[in-house]
């Protein structure tokens, strides 16, 4: 690779892709270069339109620099953004494009080949090129069967299957950003490096971010928090960021891990500290969506948290105005660690608790008990189904999802509670109002 290359400011790549991250933030913030430019292709290898990128700080970033906002919050860059335009002509500059091989030479192994140029005045000069490529050769060990015509294997593998196989030639495959990458000693796909900030003002970052507005993305603070951990920085601004997050501790989400690692490294006294905070939101009407969950189970020994437990539980049992998660994060520590038969007492007390209750509350503690215990007998059927009025329409999915509408592979298997579930509940989604919403349902 020509060293110089590297001394050009202005990076520009043509790819039918707008490109993976994370390698053009990188360049733009260690400011090794001063502009990126993506040259967009059609299917026919037209360019659709180009785009110019460069790095902005401060009063610079404004609402509609939101593509890389992401990725420069989870590392604490919050005060810059990278600002993009669209640009009439290619500028000047290092290019880099792939040059795929044409389709009706593919039986000859015919090679795809990148090529970097110097663009200069509107010409251009080539500068380096790489090959690679596939080929049909026949098999080391021949087998019977279909020829492997899957992904190449290198040259001298024994893998493939059938008479012949697909071999890689001209070396690995890449692509344009892998090209790029050489140019200026990178690895595209590493994350971008953390801002060069003291402590004290990461974490102040991390709370802004928790500050945004409703809809905003306030995420990436656990990130933050996870590097300011790291550094062995912990205070109660820092629980309090965390904290303020177990709302959206949804199943499958990454946020749930991020926040069980951080509960994992904390030591005991600041593990205290954190639970109190945790509460505070659970309490708190204003947090969250009806919509969130939150699966989160911390391991709580009455013995280290002494009233923990008995706090959740009047939580759930006597609040009216809370949304499903925050019942549900109540459930699950109102029984930390609780096996055998005293799980099943536990099962059956928040149960009856629920018995009674004939406020717009009900159905939302409802869910949340059987996002907590979703196996259910025909008795909890026969209680749920029998309370579908008081369920409003737009949680009426999950209410019945979760409290009882079961499909059977044997349908001669289905309880009576069952059957009489599905008519009542037939009849409360044809009251439900929205159209496109009983539709749905």
Known sequence: MPADLRNIRT????SQMTGTCCGQVTLLVDGQIDRYVQV?????????RIIAYRLGRGAECGPGDREFATVLARVGRTN?????????????????RMHP?????????????GTISIRSGGNESLKATWYFGRRAVLSYLPLFGDPGWGEPVPLWSSRGGGPAKLVEIGGPSFLEQDLAAAIYGINWRAPVKPAAVSAPELLQRAMALVQLPRWGDPLPALDVALTLQDQRFVND?????????????????????KIMRFWSRLNDDDKQRFIQRVFAHIENPAEGFDFNECVLFFHLPPTKFPGVAERAADIFTNRRDLKPWQYELALRLAR?????????????????ALDGDETSAFARRAIAFKRVNFLGADEEREFFSRRLELVPDLLLREYIGKTGWHRSPDEKAVSQATR??????????????????????
């Open 336 to 352: 930390p660690g609780i096996v055998g038969p005293k799980a099943e007492e536990a099962r059956q007390r928040m149960f009856r």
């Open 420 to 441: 009489d579930y599905r008519q009542r509940a037939a009849v409360r989604i044809a009251a439900v109002s929205d159209e496109k919403l009983r539709r749905d349902l």
């Open 101 to 113: 091989f044409a389709r009706a030479y593919a039986a000859m192994g015919c090679c795809n080949r």
């Open 237 to 257: 601004d820092l629980l309090e960021v965390v904290s303020a997050l177990v709302y959206r501790a949804g199943q499958g989400s990454n946020t749930t891990e």
């Open 40 to 48: 967009v292709l059609d299917n026919n290898h037209k360019i659709s």
């Open 11 to 14: 990076l520009i790549v043509e």
């Open 80 to 96: 810059e953004c990278i600002r993009s335009e669209a640009i009439a002509a290619i500028p000047d500059g290092v290019v880099v």
